[in-house]
């Protein structure tokens, strides 16, 4: 079951690259809620690594109790890539629900 499901959000993960409205749109035909919920998180997802692994550096590598000029900088770019792919992953559910209510369900 593992290895189906990680084939799946790869395949997925994947398609949104290159074809994201399709790859959107055979989600919610197929009503995988399992690929649903592992593709419409991945921006959660990603803030949570990326913020264990600011504060795992954080901790590793602390020679000030101030927080450093890389630590601030990682935060800075896990929030901005968590925003830039949540803002993607919206706009292409945005653009797949507008022409389904245009052109109806095909």
Do not use: C
């Not at 398609?15 to 790859?23: D, I, M, R, S």
């Not at 600011?54 to 800075?76: D, F, I, N, Q, S």
């Amino acid at each position: 079951m593992a290895i189906k499901e990680s084939y799946l959000l790869t395949k997925n993960v994947l398609g949104l690259w290159f074809h994201p409205y399709k790859t959107l749109k055979l989600i919610f035909t197929e009503k995988d809620r399992s690929q649903q919920l592992l593709v419409l998180g991945l921006p959660a997802y990603l803030l949570a690594v990326g913020t264990f692994v600011v504060w795992l550096g954080r901790r590793l590598w602390a020679t000030t109790p101030e927080w450093g000029r890389p630590a601030k900088l990682t935060a800075a770019g896990v929030i901005g890539l968590t925003a830039a792919l949540g803002i993607y992953l919206v706009f292409w559910l945005m653009e797949m629900v507008r022409t389904e209510r245009r052109y109806g369900k095909s």
